[in-house]
């Protein structure tokens, strides 16, 4: 894709994505209360499903930068001395690596000098963001969601990296998968990253990794959905666009004000949404209270 193109796209999806010159909750206007409730719906069974994978602190080819995690008691001897002890830990996170399930803020993405519905890049300094942080989402994200399974529609256990989902491939799983989504939904599109992971082992996605070609964005805005999730980055790399790494994160979160959950793991949803026979569900995402931070770790539920 040409940068002119990209470009293009990116102009388009602006102008189709209306918001008041105050608007600091993007696509979340599209998760209205009614939808919420109506989403309270999908509930049959009762099963829960977590879509975060296991926080790692070991380093790897994709995570030279590791969750740090501590221990600050008990101290000797208190684990077999009489009376009452505590045991306490300390963690710590770089957000936005390519292991841990994380949500990317409105503020993540700087374009153009500038953030989210023109606010000024310049708001976000070391000490944090003034604006468009994760406490955005402070109140969490419930609502249906809706999984998309690529792998599953292309006959394959995993996108390879470097390969592209289209919008056309998306439209196609929502008929094989008898399901739509629709306004106000988060929408799971699974490449499969998390299984090849596990069976070949970890490698840099940095710089390799299945994703969303830019194009398919259209179909998120179409759609109106409200957050996007996936397994991977949700961007391709290398980038499909000349001059432009993470253009699906400048389309989305730039463009368009739409949140985004990366890394996250699908399983054992595949499984419960197979057995069940259907591929909508209520979900829960619940963000920590940070303030000032691009980001947060993030435990998405799924509730069948």
Known sequence: MTGAAFRALYEELRERSPRAPDD???TLGHLTPGRVVAAAGQVRSG???SLAAPVETLPGPDNPDPAHHTMLAPATGESTAQGLHFARDRFAMNVHGDADSHLDALCHVLFDGELYNGVPAGTVTPEGARALSVEVFRDGIVGRGVLL???RLRGVPWLEPGEHVYAAELAAA???????VGPGDMLFVRVGHRPRREERGAWDAARARAGLHPTAVRFLA???VCV???DGNNDTAPSAVAGTDFPVHVLAVHAMGLPLLDYLQ???LTRACARAGRWSFLCTVAPLRLPAATGSPV???AVL
């Open 174 to 180: 929502e008929a094989a998968q008898g399901v739509r």
């Open 299 to 301: 435990n998405p539920i």
């Open 149 to 151: 399974d690529v792998p």
């Open 47 to 49: 099963l829960t499903v």
């Open 228 to 230: 996007l999730g996936s």
């Open 222 to 224: 179409e759609r109106q």
């Open 266 to 268: 699908f399983e054992e």
């Open 24 to 26: 600091r909750r993007g």
